[in-house]
């Protein structure tokens, strides 16, 4: 079982910027960012192969967000600019050692470890 614990949530103004980070304790193949906001379902946002570095984005994150883990394997991050008030809600961090394609990279049961998880807020 692989242990993940995440950081770097909080308040930010819309078009601000913040970094979330997800450390990794165990062996995994690809590192999922997933959010929820309030009454909506799981969304995959945005993973990572930590071998290959191999990255996928959901649509309305291309171009803001950006995945990377650090040279160890054992923290992958989520950089976060011009957020908006839509990307508000709980960002977890997940944990797979499937393979996948990149249509299955952003789908949350394809992952079998979770982070507690950690809030941002977009608002002004």
């Known amino acids: 079982q692989v242990q993940l614990v995440e950081s770097g949530g909080g308040s930010v103004e819309p078009g601000g910027s913040l970094t979330l980070s997800c450390i990794i304790s165990g062996v995994t193949s690809v590192i999922g960012w997933f959010r929820q906001a309030p009454g909506k379902a799981r969304e995959g946002v945005a993973t990572?192969?930590?071998?290959?570095?191999?990255?996928w984005y959901a649509d309305p994150v291309k171009g803001r967000f950006t995945i990377s883990r650090n040279n160890a394997g054992s923290t992958v991050f989520l950089r976060m600019n011009s957020l908006k008030p839509e990307d508000t809600g709980m960002y977890y961090c997940a944990a797979s050692r499937r393979t996948m394609t990149a249509s299955q990279a952003l789908g949350p049961d394809r992952y079998d470890d979770w982070g507690q998880g950690t809030q941002v807020t977009v608002s002004s």
């Open positions: 990572i192969h930590l071998s290959s570095m191999t990255t």
